[in-house]
């Protein structure tokens, strides 16, 4: 079985443990970003990802003393006009700017009562093949005591689409100095079974190297459906802002009014929908979290209250592509 439990340790004490869905924060499509933070803060009591790019242009203010781990991210998403699968592209959107030594201040001044986990930089506009992605991350990630360290692969070429799955696998030894591995839901394949397939072969060959427990991170992919196939494909943390962006219900992701119809009725004010969606698209995640999690006990489809079936004939697809 590619799914499996897996976490960050420190002193061979489990710290995170995975499988994981951050719920997201972005000042990209939410430029009132820090007072969603603040409003979450009564009801989110795990993890959660902001951005070492809001910290640095004061996006959002700490400290984040609640989670119980944080995930602090690259920036790359913020920095670049791009947008994950499920979201309503922005024509206004304009990135402030953003370099290394943006983000090395940012990190190196990181201080945190919780848990941190400090993924590599990124620029959309700043593309290195895969070897050199490791050695910069490597160069660049600080290390602290309580703090877990993560590269985020990206294509090697600003014309690419995709990350460099061939490259991935053949430095797979390489890894061996991070906590854990992540890519983008968009740039790890074209179509969904591509994705789950490249997911399983990056798992495989972790595997095969005696890295099988580094925990893979699925970036832009917190979703009813998706991110359970990419989690039995072998991935293990999920983050996305679809959370934030819509309503989910019923193993569906919905437009807002109509979930809060559907779930509250009609008479809802409207300036209420976006604090009520968030509230319970909270529970859904981690009501789905503890879905994997019993699914890694038993072994069994029935786990997933939606679209176990779906989910079962997707992964054997990719078993049979991979010949496992």
């Known amino acids: 079985m590619l799914a499996k439990r897996r976490g960050f340790y420190k002193d061979g004490k489990e710290v995170i443990r995975t499988p994981l869905l951050l719920p997201s924060f972005s000042s990209k499509g939410f430029p009132n970003i820090n007072n969603i933070l603040k409003a979450t803060e009564e009801v989110i009591d795990g993890e959660i990802l902001v951005s070492a790019y809001d910290l640095h242009h004061k996006k959002i203010e700490g400290p984040f003393d609640y989670p119980e781990a944080i995930f602090l991210d690259s920036g790359g998403y913020e920095a670049s006009l791009?947008?994950?699968?499920?979201?309503?592209?922005?024509?206004?959107?304009?990135?402030?700017?953003?370099?290394?030594d943006d983000y090395s201040r940012v990190v190196s001044s990181w201080v945190s009562s919780r848990p941190s986990v400090i993924i590599s930089y990124d620029h959309p506009n700043e593309r290195i093949?895969?070897?050199?992605?490791?050695?910069?991350?490597?160069?660049?990630?600080?290390?602290?005591?309580?703090?877990?360290?993560?590269i985020l692969l990206k294509p090697e070429e600003e014309k690419s689409e995709e990350v460099n799955i061939e490259d991935i696998v053949k430095n797979i030894h390489r890894f061996a100095e991070f906590d854990a591995i992540g890519v983008t839901e968009k740039e790890v394949g074209s179509t969904q079974q591509d994705r789950m397939t490249n997911i399983a072969r990056i798992r495989q060959s972790l595997?095969?190297?005696?890295?099988?427990?580094?925990?893979?991170?699925?970036?832009?992919?917190?979703?009813?459906?998706?991110?359970?196939?990419?989690?039995?494909?072998?991935?293990?943390?999920?983050?996305?802002?679809?959370?934030?962006?819509?309503?989910?219900?019923?193993?569906?992701?919905?437009?807002?009014?109509?979930?809060?119809?559907?779930r509250f009725g009609t008479q809802v004010k409207s300036h209420l929908v976006d604090a009520r969606c968030s509230y319970e698209n909270y529970y859904y995640i981690k009501k789905l979290q503890l879905e994997m999690r019993n699914f890694l006990i038993n072994n069994d489809y029935n786990c997933f209250s939606h679209h176990g079936d779906i989910i079962e004939s997707a992964l054997r697809s990719v078993i049979e592509e991979l010949e496992v």
Request: charged share 25%; with cysteine; hydrophobic share 35%.
């Open 129 to 150: 093949d895969t070897v050199k992605q490791i050695k910069r991350a490597s160069e660049t990630l600080p290390h602290g005591e309580n703090i877990f360290r993560e």
């Open 207 to 262: 595997n095969t190297a005696g890295l099988g427990d580094k925990p893979i991170h699925v970036f832009g992919s917190l979703d009813t459906v998706s991110t359970p196939l990419y989690f039995v494909a072998g991935a293990d943390i999920f983050d996305g802002l679809t959370w934030l962006r819509f309503a989910y219900h019923n193993g569906m992701t919905l437009y807002k009014h109509n979930f809060v119809t559907l």
């Open 82 to 100: 791009d947008e994950e699968f499920a979201s309503i592209p922005k024509t206004d959107y304009t990135p402030e700017k953003w370099c290394m």
